[in-house]
């Protein structure tokens, strides 16, 4: 073999230089060939092990949505996903005799269409939306297609400003663009709806016999207002989570709030900390603060929530809190 023909094999197979050296021999040509091919395997089992590693991380991440659980007061409300959905409404209410509508205002005249079996292919397909402090906040969407009744009579013709809707669910991804008409929010797997009004709830508190209706009604009311207003409670931490389940499902503390200002104690705070027994699950103390009026001394009590899974429940009840 001439040095040309080999100049010319080594130039066409390798490309290796624009100018290759003429006195490389075959077995010098074939170890380059080698080495080139190690090159490129090495990148490619490279970069599938970075495909793996990604791989790895997103379903990581799945995992972790999947547990992303919410417990969150507000109030549900819908919209219509297209016009087309819209219309198909109005036909449905127009076909409607006028002595079934005659009166009615357009949120009931909705309502009662809404909540007619016959027309159960429209509720399916509407929007429900979870207002927090007036603030879309979530897209709910029911893990059971029997809850969509819940959804549609959650959204009262006319609301008072103490109906409050309690949503339990899993926290998913944002909702597409063309899936609520552009309403991009957070989408909710909706597990239970609770619906009631304020007064229901204050009314079922129990209180002593020598309290006033009026004082009680007062206290329940300001402490209700100051556990679900706190900052941005979204109900999505595990903090929130503790303090909204405490809020409706808790009475003791309305009324451990009510003695405390018959001995002349304000209500000054709410403080939660990972409580001493978290171990495998993860249990929260949920501290609350009250002011003497005159002497300015802080008296604290506190409740045990566990909120490790979806549903939190009690873990001890209310107790005088001693630091430590």
Known sequence: MTDESITDKTSSDLTLD??????????????KKEKIMDYHST??????????????????ENKSLSKSYVYVIGKIAHRFPNKS?????????GN????ETRGLSQEETVYQALIDPNNRYIARQLCYILNVEYLETYLLVPSDPLDIEKLVKAVKPSPNLGDIDVVIG???????PEMCNGL????????????????????AIPR??????????????????????????????????????????????????QLMQDENYSFTGIEVHLSRLS??????????????????????????????????????????????
């Open 208 to 257: 002593q016999t020598d309290m006033s209706d009026d004082q009680f009604t007062r206290s329940s009311n300001a402490l209700f207002d100051r556990i679900i207003q706190l900052a941005d409670n979204a109900g999505s931490t595990d903090e929130h989570r503790a303090l909204n389940y405490l809020a409706v499902r808790y009475d003791k503390i309305y009324e451990r709030t």
């Open 170 to 176: 899993r926290k998913g991804p944002i909702a597409p």
């Open 85 to 93: 959905l819209e219309m198909e409404l109005a036909q449905v209410i």
């Open 184 to 203: 991009m929010l957070p989408i909710v797997m909706v597990d239970q709806i609770y619906s009631f009004d304020r007064e229901t709830l204050i009314k």
């Open 18 to 31: 624009k100018n290759p050296m003429p006195y490389l021999d075959a077995a010098v040509v074939e170890n």
């Open 96 to 99: 409607k005799p006028g002595a």
């Open 279 to 324: 171990g495998v699950r993860k249990v929260l103390d949920v501290i609350f603060f009250y002011q003497n009026r005159q002497t300015l001394a802080v008296s604290k009590w506190f409740v045990r929530v566990d909120v490790t899974d979806e549903f939190p429940f009690l873990v001890s009840p209310v107790q005088e809190y001693y630091e430590r």
């Open 43 to 60: 990148m490619h089992e490279s970069c599938d092990c970075h495909k793996k590693e990604k791989d790895h991380r997103s379903n990581d």
